[in-house]
Every structure is written in structure tokens, then in C-alpha cells.
């Protein structure tokens, strides 16, 4: 393993080729290794894998610095042609890479020869390193489905101080700290066991409250992996799968207790929770109980347990409701804390959250933990399993920040370094899509990943293709550019303009219904058509009227089948009435579609006349299944037939049957890749190119929009909705969403919006259309600083019941007509994420969603002052009030300050909320 400031800088001085040797054009100071072809610069260098890594079907691994050393693996270097060709030569693979000099770098593009295994993954560059106490920042995009983009700083990259991990990671399997060293057996079932029937034992009656009895009494869950009998053992609840609820004592005075299931869904995990809170009651209430019961909740670990589907914190919220004067509950939030509370006499329960997670410093501290345990228990304690296989997988601290994506569905395929000492590194693939029909690009998209991190050896990132290349055959890679001495927003420009990533809003909808989107927020308008009817004029308009219940076996059901609309929306006739309805009042419609899967439960027409075959098929030649709540269904293969023939009747239906002014079609572009190994797609990695070319042909019969994006995607849609649910705090988010800041320190980077920077001129954009609505004062000023548009959600049939959302709704619309028609389409000028003023509020946690700091942006000639945290700043000369704004451009001033309420002034006119 090499050191990176060795390798960035000690390289220098063994390189054999001169960049004089390479023409005029070859950047300065940049060198290939004689030796392996390992690349180096003042600023960046190959790491441990020399310049590329590849991986193949069977998991394992070759490399560039594998060829260093011989062994039957031969390295070559050859000048030709202008350009620089780096050859690889071995019984497993050859790789030839062909460098070429490029506008202030290099474009490296590769012809990769496996021989025998299929080759998976091709990383070029593999990781190249840094040192650290060089880096400004480091621009990297963000999942699509997340956020905008990040700029990382030197400390995101080093080893977190103390005992503020990084974050935890599954380190390995340990069956035998159960089976062994605590010495307990184990009955492992299908994990697709039905749920049993559930009974109380004699002995639980004395455990548990009459209430939970009842309860429990004729319930059924799973139980599939109940302990087997022992000596020792306390069977409170009982199934015919053996135990669901018990305690083994090691013959000493307390127990370890577990459930004896893997526990997922809702239901389960409801009756996990009902009898775990119900014993560890009766443990704190038994008679010489000790006087603490504490909850393990670690910070940045998982949030809920592997196998255990009741949040950690939930547990942590249960135990301190059984907090009394004489039983103080605690939680342990860090490894010492866990073991200075082991070895202590003063706790009665401790319980570990994280199924069969079992936390330790390192993997092989895992058998003196467990001991500990079994130590604790023997003298007294009782220890908590709440799901899975006891102590199957250690999770363990991570000392580092890491960050991988896959592209898509981050947003780029882009990374830039800025360094303290005056050099720049830009990295990006180059995948242009010359014009074509769509289905027939000369040149199949490749998708990808990008990764980075720290480590011991300092920072790294990588870039990854992802391929599919059968022994025998051979495939070209994509070019990848490594830019030096670009400043960002340059490379930025350099990297669209290589890709083709300039389709202009104008080329996509038509001028005057352009100026009409940019006027309308989306309104997510559920209820039946005539509850919409009775109420079109009363909206505000224009609005962008979005509708999901019409589907026709309702939503996330019997897809691709679109129509007729369902009973309880009412008829083909009435839907043709509201749409006539809705645009006299002045409204644009957009209904919810989703082309990219296919519902059961039941299937619609469509799937049933069908069958599997154009379902996608992985690697193993399995179907892929999707479950979404309670609501399942089956990954399809864009390239078939049948898939394709279901996608143009639902466009037909909204542009010609009953036309429509944006057809909203979901997770076009919200998805990740897949391999599909249907035979209907041509080549296995061929699923992204799949989704382009459906968004292509699509864009050619109506204006599109789709959930979240990516920026192939953004090229050819007209509005993306979403890309903030890890930075943007709307209210009733789903279970899985956290803050960004939350998984890295606030402190280690700030948001730097390349996807805006990319598309803002060239789609519109609101939050998530279906769970992401301005709402309230903090979602307002968050959607201005970001330079979205506005959005809310409301039933039809309510819409007259409440005076107080319409008028909210009422300034969104004027926020939207004044506002964000301004800067709707138009490119970002400057943007700056300051999080100084909430590090100087030393009694603020920078972690929560309340506070942010302040946003300063301009977009086209809308200069915009954002307060993202709940207290009054002071910024720029104006006292802004608690998620306040000052907003200006030619004609408009609108503020929110301090002591004042909503103020819009445009072009003379005035406006207040509220209303004086």
C-alpha cells in the first residue's frame, strides 16, 4: 500500500517520459510511471491499484500496479499517433489504455480483452489519491434523489476526532459467538415462514401485564429463528416454532433475552415492540431491580436493526417510558459507554437495538464483547435481542467518511478538486449522443459510479464503468477526461458541452405554455373529478393540477394500465370534462404516470395477456421484484416489446384521447441502473440506455416531467421534481429520510449545487411531487434559496373546509407569479452555502434541521438572501427574520424580515401575508 504524499510526489522523480516528449499539448508535470503506467501531478496520484482495477463475474479482482512486478503479466508503453498507448498483457486480461492530450488534460479511453470470466466493473481512473492539508474542496454530485450536489472540505476527508464516527459498517459473520461462546443453539427456518400463532406461557403470566396478555393471545407472527430448548431457558411467549419471546441465564442471575424471529413488516415489529416494552416493565419493576435500564443508540449507525424493523429510536423512546424516580433510563451512544455499562452493577436492562448488529471496536474484539455480555448476564443483568440471528454480524466504527453513488442516479458523472495550492483536477466521463432515433444510438450509454473518501493513507476518489464483457470478447470503454488547471464552473462548462448537455427549455415546450408553467405551482389535487370540478375556479391559476388517484386499479397497482380512471375518481367522460374545465379556469394538467414497472396484487390486462417475459432479469436470471409500502410488483425490461407497446398507449391516451399539457412519468428519474440479462435488451447493462431512449421518444410527443433526475435525463425532460429530501426539511417525510447532515458533520461540507449549475436554465423544478410540498415558513425559504418552484398538496373535497391553506396557497401562487416566474429557466449566476453564522451560535446543534445558515444566490437577475435557520440574522445590512428572505430584482422587491410579515412589491403593486 502505498503513502499518497509518496505517491503524488515521489513518483516524480522515477518517471521515464519527459512531457516535452508528448508535444506542446501534454499537460506539465503530469507523468505516466515506467513501471506500471501509475499517473501523477502535483495535485493527485494512482493509488494501491495504479491507474485501473477491474472485476469480474466471480467478485475477484486484477489491477494496473498487479503488472508491476511481473509474475506473467507484462506492461508496455508505446508513443504513437500523438498519442500515448499503455498496455497490459497477462493470462486473464489485457487492457490497452490509449491516453490522448485534451484541452488542459488528458482523455484516457480503454480496450479491455478478458479471456475466460466475464468482466463486470472497469475503474479508470482506479482511486487516485490526496493529501488532505492540500485540498480546497472537492466538488461531488449527490444521488439525484437526495440532493444537489456537495462541496467537500479537507476535514471530510481525515479521521473523525474521538468518538464521533464516521458512520458504522457490517464487518463479517460470527455464528459462533452465539452457537460457542455463549454456548446457545439456534432453529434456523425458511425466512419466508408464515406467521404462527402466538401463546403466553404459565411462566409469561408472571412477566407480563394482563393487558399485553390479551394482546398477545391468538396473535400470530413469524418465528423463524427461536432458540432451541436448554436447560437454563425462560419461555415467556411460545409458538409451534419454538420460542418467540425467552431468556437463557447461563445458570447465572439475569438472562439474555431475545426474539426468536426475524422481524419485518409492520405487523411484526408491532408485536416485538408490544412484548419487549411489556418484560423490560416488569424488569424494572422486579423487586431489588437495579437502578438504571438503558437503550444502545449509536450515532450515524443504522436506524433501524438488521432483521428488526422497529427504529432504534423507538426502542430508545419506549425504555425512557418506563422511567421512574427509582429506575433513570440512560442511552449508551457510544462503545465505552456499552462497556462501562457491562461491567457495572447498577444497570437491570440493556438493550441492543440493532437485531443482529452486535457493535464492537474491531472484529476481533467481537468474542471479548460477547463475553462481557455473557458476564453481565451471569452476575445479574439482562441483556435484549430484539430480531434475527444473536450476535450473527458485528458492526463496527468507521474512522472515516466515505461516499459512493452509482450514475445514475447521481446527477453527474463529474468530480473537481480545488487545491490550497493553486492547481485544479477535473475528472468526468464523456458519453456524447450524437442525433439519432431513439432505440437506435450508435453507441450504448454506459452507466457507472463514483466513489471518495479517507483512509490512513489520506483522500481518494475512483470512477467506475459498468460492463458486461464475456471472455473472448473485447469492449472500448468510454473516453474519461482528467482536466487539469480548470477552474470548477470552466470544467463544469467543459463537461456538458463533451456530453451534449445543452437542450435548451425552448427546444422542449412551446414559448407561450413555457410562460404559463413558470406562473403555476404544482398542486398535488387528490379526490374525485367532480369534488375538482366543483372547485377549478376557486384555484388560483394557473396551477399545475397533479393527479394520481385516477389510476386505474389505484395508485402502485396493476401497472402499466393507466385507464379507464378508477370508479372512485369517476368516468372517461367526467375525466374529459374536468380536463375541458380545468384549462378554462386557466390550469395546466399533469397527471401521474409510471412506465418503468409492472403491479401485482393484483396484475392489470397488460401483465396478464403478457406474462414474465418482459420482465428484467439479473445476473442469475432471476426477476427482479419492488415492493413500495404494500403495494408490489416486477422490474421490466424497457427494451421489449410488450413494455414498449404499454408505454406508447399511455402516451397516446394523454396526447391524443385526452391530451394533457406535461405528462409527469415517475422514476425515470429516480432509478439506478441494473444488469438485465432479458433477451429482448442488447446488451445486459443496457437498462439506463433503456430509460434515455424512452424519455427521448416520449419528449418528442409531449412535455415530460419525472421524479427526481439525473442530468441524461434533465436533457430531455421539462420539469424535475425532487432532489431534496436529504437537505430540505418538509413536513411527514417518508421512514427512510435523513438529513445529509446528519450522516457528515456540518462542519466537513456545504451544498454545492453542480445539477442546478447544469439544468437550471433548461427545466423547471419543484420538490418531490408526492411527498414534498411548501408547507410552511422554513420549506419557503428553502425553496427560494434553491431556486424552485412552489408546490402544496390538498383534496378537492376539502379545499372550501379550510380558509387558512387556501390563503397560504394563495400567496404561494403570488410567490410563484411574481418570483419564481423570474428566475424559473434561467442559469445560476452565484450561489453560496454559509453555515458560519449557526457555528458561531455555539448553542446550536448543526445537526438538526432547524438551522442551516444562509444561502446567497442569484439566478438570471433574482438576487435571493436566504435565513435557513430558525433565529433573526442580520445579513448583507438586512435583519432577516426566523427563515426569513430578501429578494430582489429589476421591478420586484420581497422580503420576509424581521418583525414584518410577507412583503411582495412588484412593478408598483403590493402585496402582504398576511393580509392586513
Known amino acids: 500500500m502505498r503513502e499518497p504524499v509518496k505517491c503524488v510526489v515521489g513518483l516524480l522523480g522515477i518517471m521515464g517520459v519527459s512531457a516535452s516528449a508528448w508535444g506542446a499539448a501534454w499537460p506539465q508535470a503530469v507523468r505516466f510511471s515506467d513501471r506500471d503506467g501509475s499517473l501523477t501531478s502535483p495535485w493527485v496520484g494512482s493509488g494501491e491499484s495504479g491507474l485501473w482495477c477491474v472485476r469480474f463475474d466471480d467478485n475477484s479482482t486484477l489491477d494496473a500496479a498487479a503488472f508491476s512486478n511481473g509474475n506473467g503479466r507484462h506492461f508496455a508503453m508505446r508513443e504513437a499517433d500523438g498519442s500515448r498507448f499503455l498496455t497490459y498483457t497477462s493470462s486473464e486480461l489485457d487492457v490497452t489504455i490509449r491516453v490522448t492530450p485534451a484541452e488542459s488534460g488528458l482523455d484516457l479511453q480503454a480496450d479491455l480483452h478478458p479471456h475466460a470470466k466475464t468482466l463486470l466493473d472497469f475503474d479508470c481512473p482506479a482511486r487516485l489519491r490526496f493529501n488532505p492539508d492540500d485540498l480546497g474542496r472537492m466538488v461531488f454530485p449527490q444521488d439525484g434523489n437526495l440532493g444537489l450536489g456537495m462541496a467537500l472540505n479537507d476535514s471530510f476527508f481525515r479521521a473523525r476526532p474521538g468518538e464521533a464516527y464516521a458512520g458504522w459498517h457490517v464487518q463479517a459473520f460470527h455464528p459462533a459467538l452465539y452457537t460457542g461462546t455463549l454456548g446457545c443453539a439456534i432453529q434456523m427456518r425458511d425466512l419466508a415462514d408464515p406467521p404462527v400463532r402466538l401463546q403466553v406461557t404459565e411462566t409469561g403470566r408472571a412477566f ?152 464492537v471496536e474491531a472484529r476481533d474484539q467481537a468474542e471479548t464483547m460477547a463475553r462481557a455480555v455473557k458476564a453481565y448476564v451471569a452476575a445479574g443483568g439482562n441483556w435484549m435481542e430484539v430480531g434475527g440471528f444473536p450476535f450473527l454480524q458485528t ?155 385516477y389510476l386505474m386499479g389505484g395508485f402502485d397497482k396493476q401497472l402499466p394500465d393507466h385507464l379507464p380512471p378508477n370508479a372512485s375518481f369517476g368516468t372517461m367522460e367526467e375525466m374529459g370534462e374536468w380536463f375541458v374545465l380545468a384549462r378554462k379556469a386557466g390550469h395546466l394538467i399533469a397527471p401521474y404516470t409510471n412506465p418503468t414497472w409492472w403491479c401485482d396484487q393484483p396484475k392489470g390486462p397488460t401483465f396478464v395477456a403478457s406474462g414474465d417475459a418482459p420482465l428484467l432479469r439479473t445476473l442469475k436470471g432471476e426477476t427482479h421484484h419492488e415492493q413500495y409500502g404494500p403495494n408490489g410488483g416486477w422490474t421490466t425490461t424497457l427494451w421489449h416489446p410488450a413494455v414498449q407497446a404499454a408505454n406508447r398507449k399511455t402516451v397516446r391516451q394523454f396526447t391524443q384521447d385526452y391530451p394533457v399539457d406535461l405528462l409527469f412519468q415517475d422514476q425515470c428519474g429516480a432509478r439506478s441502473w441494473l444488469y438485465d440479462m432479458n433477451p429482448a435488451s442488447p446488451t445486459p447493462y443496457a437498462y439506463t440506455e433503456g430509460m434515455l431512449a424512452m424519455n427521448e421518444e416520449d419528449s418528442r410527443r409531449v412535455p415530460l416531467g419525472t421524479e427526481s433526475g439525473w442530468d441524461r435525463v434533465a436533457n430531455e425532460q421539462t420539469m424535475l421534481c425532487g432532489m431534496t ?46 411527498g414534498q410540498f411548501v408547507e410552511d415558513p422554513r420549506s419557503l425559504v428553502w425553496t427560494f434559496a434553491l431556486g424552485y418552484g412552489m408546490s402544496y398538496v390538498a383534496h378537492a373535497s376539502h379545499w372550501l373546509d379550510n380558509p387558512e391553506r387556501r390563503a397560504w396557497y394563495g400567496w404561494l401562487s403570488r410567490c410563484q407569479k411574481s418570483v419564481v416566474a423570474r428566475y424559473a429557466g434561467t442559469p445560476v449566476r452565484t450561489f453560496t452555502h454559509d453555515r458560519s453564522p449557526l457555528f458561531a451560535a455555539r448553542s446550536k446543534d448543526p445537526a438538526t434541521w432547524d438551522d442551516d445558515g444562509v444561502i ?47 412583503i411582495i412589491r412588484d412593478n408598483g403593486q403590493e402585496w402582504r401575508y398576511p393580509e392586513r
Request: hydrophobic content about 40%.
Open 208 to 359: 407480563l401485564s394482563e393487558s399485553v396478555q390479551r394482546r398477545l393471545a391468538g396473535a400470530e407472527a413469524v418465528v423463524n429463528r427461536a432458540p432451541k430448548p436448554g436447560p437454563s431457558d425462560c419461555v415467556i411467549v411460545d409458538s409451534p416454532n419454538g420460542p418467540y419471546l425467552s431468556g437463557t441465564s447461563f445458570g447465572g442471575k439475569g438472562r439474555l433475552w431475545r426474539i426468536g424471529a426475524c422481524v419485518t413488516g409492520e405487523r411484526n415489529a408491532a408485536i416485538s415492540q408490544l412484548a419487549v416494552t411489556d418484560l423490560a416493565r416488569y424488569l424494572s419493576e422486579s423487586p431489588g431491580h437495579r437502578p438504571k435500564i438503558a437503550c444502545i443508540v449509536l450515532p450515524k449507525a443504522p436506524e433501524r436493526g438488521i432483521w428488526s424493523d422497529v427504529a432504534c429510536r423507538a426502542w430508545e423512546t419506549a425504555l425512557r417510558g418506563l422511567a421512574r424516580a427509582d429506575c433513570r433510563m440512560e442511552t449508551l451512544d457510544s462503545l465505552p459507554a456499552i462497556q462501562a455499562a457491562l461491567a457495572s452493577d447498577a444497570y437491570e436492562l440493556i438493550l441492543n437495538p440493532y437485531g443482529e448488529g452486535f457493535p
Open 856 to 902: 446567497l444566490a442569484t439566478y438570471g437577475t433574482v438576487r435571493i438572501i436566504a435565513n435557513l435557520g430558525n433565529t433573526t440574522r442580520t445579513v448583507d445590512g438586512h435583519r432577516l427574520a426566523p427563515f426569513g428572505y430578501w429578494i430582489e430584482a429589476p421591478g420586484l422587491l420581497a422580503t420576509r424580515l424581521d418583525g414584518e410579515p410577507y
Open 725 to 770: 429530501w436529504s437537505i430540505v426539511p418538509t413536513r411527514n417525510p417518508p421512514a427512510w429520510r435523513q438529513a445529509l447532515k446528519q450522516r457528515f458533520a456540518p462542519e466537513t461540507w456545504t451544498i454545492e449545487p453542480l445539477s442546478l449549475r447544469l439544468m437550471h436554465d433548461k427545466v423547471l423544478l419543484t420538490h418531490h411531487d408526492l
Open 395 to 549: 458492526i463496527v466504527p468507521d474512522r472515516y467518511y466515505t461516499l459512493q453513488v452509482n450514475y445514475p442516479p447521481a446527477f453527474s458523472d463529474f468530480v473537481h478538486l480545488s487545491c490550497k495550492s493553486g492547481g485544479t483536477v477535473a475528472v468526468y466521463g464523456i458519453q456524447p449522443r450524437p442525433d439519432h432515433e431513439p432505440w437506435h444510438a450508435e453507441t450504448l450509454f454506459v452507466p457507472g459510479a463514483l466513489a471518495c473518501g479517507g483512509d490512513p493513507q489520506g483522500g481518494y476518489f475512483g470512477h467506475r464503468f459498468a460492463t458486461y464483457v464475456r471472455g473472448g470478447e473485447t469492449w472500448r470503454s468510454p473516453v474519461v477526461r482528467i482536466a487539469f488547471s480548470r477552474p470548477y464552473p470552466d470544467a463544469l462548462r467543459d463537461y456538458a458541452d463533451a456530453n451534449g448537455l445543452n437542450r435548451p427549455l425552448a427546444a422542449k415546450i412551446k414559448p407561450d405554455l413555457l410562460e404559463r408553467f413558470k406562473a403555476a405551482p404544482l398542486l398535488k389535487l387528490s379526490g374525485p373529478c367532480r369534488a375538482m370540478m366543483a372547485i377549478a375556479e376557486q384555484i388560483p391559476a394557473p396551477s399545475i393540477i397533479h393527479n394520481a388517484e
